[in-house]
């Protein structure tokens, strides 16, 4: 193995327990003093209905992390599967699972088991389930072909390796299937102290 691969797999590591460590600070402790818009304010910013966010459990809102609004442009449809990937404390699977209805399915992955387990404790708190899985975002564990549509929130950019998150996207789409996503881009190259600081890159 080279030195910058060495070096590259050594940041991922330290990245993914950062990721880690803050989300579920968010989670747990939503009033603490974050530098990034969380819970209702910044869903009410970025679009969310109020009666989503009213008939949502508010464990769920609270714990929202997101950098914007997939709902605006993914036309759920009842009966589709959905692929909520970093799918944090729930609020977006929970969604989703209102636009698919009984019929339809969502999946969640996440990095951290714990967000798992609290996602499916805020959807079964509504009425519905999802499905969720430990996973990194370049390497999804679910098969091929098996989601009619992927949505996504703010995490692709916490990827060292975003291309191969854009692959493992088209892989597991059905054909014909859709993704609908926000992020942050950034439209200059990173200065190398930003890419070295993960508490920079993971929130």
């Known amino acids: 193995m080279t030195d910058a691969v060495e070096t590259q797999a050594s940041l991922e590591a330290v990245l993914k327990d950062e990721i880690i460590r803050m989300y579920e600070e968010v989670a747990e402790n939503p009033e603490g003093d974050f530098h ?11 679009g969310y209905e109020a009666d ?3 008939r949502a459990p508010a464990g769920a ?20 599967t959905v692929l909520d ?3 944090g404390a729930g609020l977006d699977a929970i969604i989703a699972s209102w636009g698919v209805g009984p019929t339809g399915k969502v999946i969640g992955v996440d990095l951290n088991p714990s967000m798992c387990l609290k996602a499916q404790e805020h959807a079964a708190a509504t009425g519905t ?14 098969p091929d072909e098996t989601v009619d549509v992927v949505i996504s929130n703010g995490v692709i950019n916490l990827s060292f ?8 996207m088209f892989r597991v789409l059905k ?4 993704i609908s996503i926000t992020d942050i881009v950034s439209a200059k190259q990173l200065s190398q102290s930003i890419v070295n600081d993960p508490k920079l890159w993971a929130s």
């Open 36 to 46: 990034f818009f969380h819970g209702r304010e910044a869903a009410e910013l970025f």
């Open 175 to 178: 054909p014909g299937g859709r």
């Open 52 to 54: 989503w966010l009213d």
């Open 85 to 87: 990937l970093g799918s």
């Open 61 to 80: 809102v609270a714990s929202f992390a997101g950098v914007g609004n997939p709902h605006l442009r993914s036309d759920l449809q009842e009966g589709e």
């Open 129 to 142: 389930t999802m499905e969720c899985h430990e996973g990194r975002m370049e390497d999804i564990p679910i």
């Open 161 to 168: 390796r975003k291309r191969k998150v854009v692959e493992e």
